[in-house]
């Protein structure tokens, strides 16, 4: 069962916290995980839930900019060899 994603990229239902997505607590991560972090980032430091139509744009490119964010940060980090979570 999927997450159903808007055309402008917001999540209904979606939970308030940013889980962690990189081993060893998730095996792999796909787009909509990391684009439902980035939302909830742009959400928290904006102060709005779902932005008013004169700033959507703005908020919809900082949510595709910390996605891509996400994805080289994800794509370079490094882990400790047998690094516990917790």
Avoid: W
């Avoid at 703005?58 to 949510?63: L, T």
């Amino acid at each position: 069962m999927g997450t159903s994603v808007s055309a402008s990229g917001y999540v209904p239902g979606m939970c308030r916290s940013i889980k962690t997505l990189r081993p060893p607590y998730v095996d792999s991560v796909t787009e909509d995980e990391m684009r439902a972090a980035a939302l909830q980032y742009v959400r928290k430091v904006s102060g709005f839930r779902v932005p008013s139509a004169r700033n959507a744009e703005a908020f919809d490119e900082a949510v595709d900019a910390v996605t891509e964010a996400t994805r080289v940060l994800l794509e370079h980090v490094q882990v400790r060899a047998g690094a516990r979570a917790g």
